[in-house]
């Protein structure tokens, strides 16, 4: 009993300080946010801010215009998901459902275009985008990061519906339903928590990425969050913790979104497709 | 399968034609180099800077809105350069009738992105960038000469002798052709505890110490007793922990040395791109670096901006070599030291510049408009418009300016060190610039943590920098 006892608390021992090291940092950049500069730079530091002030939320709206960033990354994240799905549900029903010629070649062809780094695809990209004329647009941004999502997004797709039993396709084909109509009607709603898994996935990493922005965008209205917020680091000056921290606070809303709304998804989501039948 | 082959194969010609002709939009292509607007008298007036009246914001009458209709793209840093910018605009626009569009990039990507833009893009018309990279365009023909436009459209303003020599020579002119104006000016600077040199009790202490007056120290060897004095591990009573400090971490730590190398007589490369620090002024550059560490923070190979700046900020420094940016730190709220420190030139006479100057890039869509530009924002009054954005006058007559001198105690002292000032932070050398910094910086580093003798250090930076210098072509 004593030992059982001894497991469970050096089990909720270490569970406490992963959950210190996780939140910590955040807990951190949020309370920063409120604070002055005094107050930041004050040793020892204040765990706990003694005044609140909104200087650093006024600064990063009036300043930098952190508003036109948050919505352009919205934009980009949201219709990058849209497009990941769709076409990576497509396809990866497509790969599951129907046997083809070169069918395993285009499946490895696909996740070896994820294993390039990304990096390498950022001049051919800036030369097609200037001479198709969608360099610095936000168009062009969600075609590159669609393109990026997609190997991930449709090798998972595949492996939630290889999940699915034969027999359940071979049924709503007996009752008379079109392939469109199976994929839309029996296939999706069966793997809403793979898609939610994926949604995530894509989200973020189209809401996170900095160097192709870098390179894609110009101008400071198709300006993305991650862009916008390194921008307010200048070498030879102060770094400006407060803006940062407030800047790094309103780009982490829609992540507690949504890790707040889609908990319930992401555990079956995760092992869904992890074990084929 | 024939038939589906063929219709991928018609795709993808039809796909390579389409692209082929969406390129043909050629920098070129929109010749518009004259202005074509009607001139008028136009009256642009802007608010008091530093209760300085700015009588001449239309380009000496040049400006006069001719350029109506023209768009002018000027590359640069995020932050106060771009806000800089941007605030002169708004009253070029007004003078001139063109529209500036300023784009900026965050510190650390700028470079990469500009010079992929010089390449390949040719978006921008003007850049701001710091000097050595500026050259470097220069050198791959990359931005235009500024003389024919200086001899045909220039504002009878424009008085070129009244930037500061050195600027103009070091910033400006690149092989003898004039292809940028100075913007910012950058300068290594010598920060002291004023409170502290000027504190009788202390200077009696420092006279019986060494028998010497105690003085800001201008010569390298009073320096070092300076410091000497001041540090607490050699001096019990000295009233701060450390006797100097600097950022002498890895991407800083350079201008330690430099900052003494050309007071030695030396200098990183001469004219023809060859190394010219592995001498005398070289060793005795090093030497004076590893005196100083002795009277350094235990941390200095850690301090950064931030961390060497608070620490100076906090009162436990008597002295510090720094940008003229620690200025902030020095004022804030938080700083210990507030109105308590003094400005010079670094001791030896001959401090490390930085800089940034402004060019036009050899594919402006409308280069008489974009010259008046730069032009504009470096002029006597224009340049006024930015300096409540960090940006520092490059013209002798405005730090002549009463108003700009009381505006700033730090003033003096950078004119003063701008004048003196002989090596660039970042060598001289197109297309292989941060190679070289990062060259000194291993040697430089190599030296400081024991690993490397001076010697030693400068036999490898020499024969790295040969190495370097050699595979782009220049000359040796």
Same mark, same amino acid.
């Given at each position: 009993?004593?030992?059982?006892?001894?497991?469970?608390?050096?089990?909720?021992?270490?569970l406490?300080l992963?959950?210190?090291?996780?939140l910590?940092?955040i807990?951190?950049?949020v309370?920063?946010?409120f604070?002055?500069?005094?107050?930041?730079? %004050?040793?020892?530091?204040?765990?706990?801010?003694?005044?609140?002030?909104?200087?650093n939320?006024?600064?990063?709206?009036?300043?930098?215009?952190?508003?036109?960033?948050?919505?352009?990354? +919205?934009?980009?994240?949201?219709?990058?998901?849209?497009?990941?799905?769709?076409?990576?549900?497509?396809?990866? !029903?497509?790969?599951?459902?129907?046997?083809?010629?070169?069918?395993?070649?285009?499946? !490895?062809?696909?996740?070896? @275009?994820?294993?390039?780094?990304? /990096?390498?695809?950022?001049?051919?990209?800036y030369?097609?985008?200037?001479?198709?004329?969608?360099?610095?647009t936000?168009?062009?941004?969600i075609?590159?990061?669609?393109?990026?999502?997609?190997? &991930?997004?449709?090798?998972?797709?595949?492996?939630?519906?290889?999940?699915?039993p034969?027999?359940?396709?071979e049924?709503?084909?007996i009752?008379?339903?079109?392939?469109?109509?199976?994929?839309?009607?029996?296939?999706?709603?069966?793997?809403?928590?793979?898609?939610?898994?994926?949604?995530?996935?894509?989200?973020?990493?189209?809401?996170n990425?900095?160097s192709?922005?870098?390179? *894609?965008?110009?101008?400071?209205?198709?300006?993305?969050l991650?862009?916008?917020?390194?921008?307010?680091?200048?070498?030879?000056?102060?770094?400006?913790?407060?803006?940062?921290?407030?800047?790094?606070?309103?780009?982490?809303?829609?992540?507690?979104?949504?890790?707040?709304?889609?908990?319930k998804?992401?555990?079956?989501?995760?092992?869904?497709?992890?074990?084929?039948g | 399968m024939?038939?589906?082959?063929?219709?991928?194969? /018609?795709?993808?010609?039809?796909?390579?034609?389409?692209?082929?002709?969406?390129g043909?939009?050629?920098?070129?292509?929109?010749?518009?180099?004259? $202005?074509?607007?009607?001139?008028?008298?136009?009256?642009?007036?802007?608010?008091?800077? &530093?209760?300085i009246?700015?009588?001449?914001?239309?380009?000496?009458?040049?400006?006069?809105?001719?350029?109506?209709?023209?768009?002018?793209?000027?590359?640069?840093?995020?932050?106060?350069?771009?806000?800089?910018?941007?605030?002169?605009?708004?009253?070029?626009?007004?003078?001139?009738?063109?529209?500036?569009?300023?784009?900026?990039?965050?510190?650390?990507?700028?470079?990469?992105?500009?010079?992929?833009?010089?390449?390949?893009?040719?978006?921008?018309?003007?850049v701001?960038?710091?000097?050595?990279?500026?050259?470097?365009?220069?050198?791959?023909?990359?931005? =235009?000469?500024?003389?024919?436009?200086?001899?045909?459209?220039?504002?009878?303003?424009?008085?070129?002798?009244?930037?500061?020599?050195? &600027?103009?020579?070091s910033?400006?002119?690149?092989?003898?052709?004039?292809?940028?104006?100075?913007?910012?000016p950058?300068s =290594?600077?010598f920060?002291?505890?004023?409170?502290?040199?000027?504190?009788?009790?202390?200077?009696?202490? !420092?006279?019986?110490?060494t028998?010497?007056?105690?003085?800001?120290?201008?010569?390298?060897?009073?320096?070092?007793?300076?410091?000497?004095?001041?540090?607490?591990?050699?001096?019990?009573?000295? $009233?701060?922990?450390?006797?100097?400090s600097?950022?002498?971490s890895?991407?800083?730590s350079?201008?330690?040395?430099?900052?003494?190398?050309?007071?030695?007589?030396?200098?990183?490369?001469?004219?023809?791109?060859?190394?010219?620090?592995n001498n005398?002024?070289?060793?005795?550059?090093?030497?004076?670096?590893?005196?100083?560490?002795?009277?350094?923070?235990?941390?200095?190979?850690?301090?950064?901006?931030?961390?060497?700046?608070?620490?100076?900020?906090?009162?436990?420094?008597?002295?510090?070599?720094?940008?003229?940016?620690?200025?902030?730190?020095?004022?804030?709220?938080?700083?210990?030291? %507030?109105?308590?420190?003094?400005?010079?030139?670094?001791?030896?006479?001959?401090?490390?510049?930085?800089?940034?100057?402004?060019?036009?890039?050899?594919?402006?869509?409308?280069?008489?408009?974009? !010259?008046?530009?730069?032009?504009?924002?470096?002029?006597?009054?224009?340049?006024?418009?930015?300096?409540?954005?960090? @940006?520092?006058?490059?013209?002798?007559?405005?730090?002549?300016?009463?108003?700009? *001198?009381a505006?700033?105690?730090?003033?003096?002292?950078?004119?003063?060190?701008?004048?003196?000032?002989q090596?660039?932070?970042?060598?001289?050398?197109?297309?292989?610039?941060?190679?070289?910094?990062?060259?000194?910086?291993?040697?430089?580093?190599?030296? +400081?943590?024991?690993?490397?003798?001076? =010697?030693?250090? /400068?036999?490898?930076?020499?024969?790295?920098?040969?190495k370097?210098?050699?595979?782009v072509g220049?000359?040796?």
């Amino acid at each position: 009993m004593k030992k059982h006892n001894a497991e469970k608390f050096a089990l909720y021992l270490l569970l406490v300080l992963f959950v210190i090291a996780f939140l910590f940092p955040i807990y951190w950049a949020v309370t920063t946010s409120f604070k002055t500069a005094g107050q930041i730079m %004050k040793v020892p530091p204040e765990f706990f801010p003694s005044s609140w002030t909104l200087q650093n939320y006024v600064e990063v709206f009036t300043k930098h215009q952190i508003g036109t960033y948050f919505i352009n990354s +919205l934009v980009v994240a949201v219709t990058t998901t849209l497009c990941g799905i769709i076409v990576g549900t497509f396809a990866g !029903y497509g790969f599951s459902r129907f046997k083809f010629m070169g069918r395993t070649f285009w499946q !490895y062809a696909i996740i070896v @275009m994820r294993m390039v780094p990304g /990096l390498v695809f950022i001049i051919p990209y800036y030369i097609i985008f200037q001479k198709i004329g969608i360099l610095d647009t936000l168009f062009g941004l969600i075609i590159v990061y669609t393109t990026a999502a997609l190997p &991930l997004a449709i090798w998972l797709f595949m492996g939630f519906f290889d999940e699915l039993p034969t027999e359940m396709f071979e049924a709503a084909k007996i009752d008379g339903c079109s392939e469109f109509g199976t994929y839309w009607r029996i296939a999706l709603p069966l793997i809403v928590p793979g898609i939610v898994v994926a949604a995530i996935l894509v989200f973020l990493a189209a809401y996170n990425e900095f160097s192709l922005s870098l390179v *894609l965008i110009f101008t400071d209205r198709n300006k993305t969050l991650p862009l916008g917020i390194s921008g307010m680091i200048q070498l030879q000056k102060d770094t400006p913790f407060g803006t940062l921290a407030a800047a790094g606070t309103i780009a982490f809303i829609p992540a507690l979104i949504l890790a707040l709304t889609t908990q319930k998804y992401v555990q079956a989501g995760i092992t869904a497709g992890a074990v084929k039948g | 399968m024939k038939k589906k082959f063929h219709i991928v194969l /018609l795709c993808v010609l039809t796909l390579t034609f389409v692209l082929s002709a969406c390129g043909s939009k050629s920098a070129e292509s929109g010749n518009t180099a004259k $202005p074509e607007g009607e001139f008028k008298e136009v009256n642009v007036e802007a608010p008091d800077v &530093l209760g300085i009246k700015l009588t001449d914001l239309n380009g000496g009458g040049t400006l006069g809105g001719q350029y109506k209709g023209q768009k002018i793209v000027v590359a640069t840093r995020t932050g106060d350069f771009a806000d800089a910018l941007k605030n002169a605009a708004k009253y070029f626009e007004q003078a001139s009738g063109a529209t500036v569009e300023i784009q900026s990039f965050p510190a650390g990507n700028d470079i990469e992105k500009i010079q992929l833009d010089l390449n390949t893009g040719h978006h921008f018309d003007a850049v701001l960038m710091p000097v050595a990279n500026v050259h470097g365009y220069a050198e791959g023909g990359l931005i =235009q000469d500024l003389q024919p436009y200086i001899n045909s459209v220039a504002s009878p303003n424009l008085d070129l002798e009244d930037f500061i020599p050195s &600027l103009l020579k070091s910033y400006g002119l690149y092989k003898g052709r004039m292809v940028a104006f100075p913007y910012k000016p950058d300068s =290594q600077l010598f920060f002291y505890r004023k409170d502290l040199f000027e504190d009788p009790e202390i200077q009696k202490q !420092y006279k019986e110490k060494t028998g010497k007056d105690l003085v800001v120290p201008t010569s390298v060897e009073d320096f070092l007793s300076v410091a000497e004095f001041f540090t607490q591990k050699y001096n019990p009573d000295s $009233p701060t922990k450390y006797g100097y400090s600097s950022m002498a971490s890895k991407t800083n730590s350079r201008l330690v040395w430099q900052n003494r190398l050309a007071a030695y007589g030396g200098k990183d490369v001469d004219e023809n791109f060859k190394p010219a620090f592995n001498n005398e002024a070289g060793l005795k550059a090093m030497q004076t670096m590893l005196d100083l560490k002795k009277f350094a923070p235990d941390e200095w190979l850690q301090l950064g901006w931030d961390e060497a700046n608070a620490l100076f900020a906090s009162g436990e420094v008597a002295m510090m070599e720094q940008w003229p940016g620690l200025y902030s730190s020095i004022e804030s709220d938080q700083s210990k030291v %507030k109105g308590k420190v003094g400005f010079g030139v670094t001791p030896g006479g001959a401090p490390t510049m930085g800089g940034w100057a402004i060019a036009m890039t050899n594919t402006a869509k409308n280069p008489e408009a974009t !010259y008046k530009f730069l032009e504009y924002v470096t002029s006597k009054d224009g340049e006024l418009l930015k300096i409540n954005n960090t @940006m520092d006058p490059t013209r002798t007559s405005n730090y002549n300016r009463p108003e700009v *001198l009381a505006s700033n105690p730090m003033y003096p002292a950078l004119l003063d060190s701008l004048s003196a000032a002989q090596i660039l932070v970042d060598p001289d050398v197109p297309f292989v610039s941060a190679k070289l910094n990062d060259i000194m910086e291993n040697a430089i580093q190599g030296v +400081l943590r024991g690993e490397l003798d001076p =010697q030693a250090a /400068l036999d490898e930076m020499e024969q790295s920098f040969i190495k370097e210098i050699k595979a782009v072509g220049l000359s040796l």
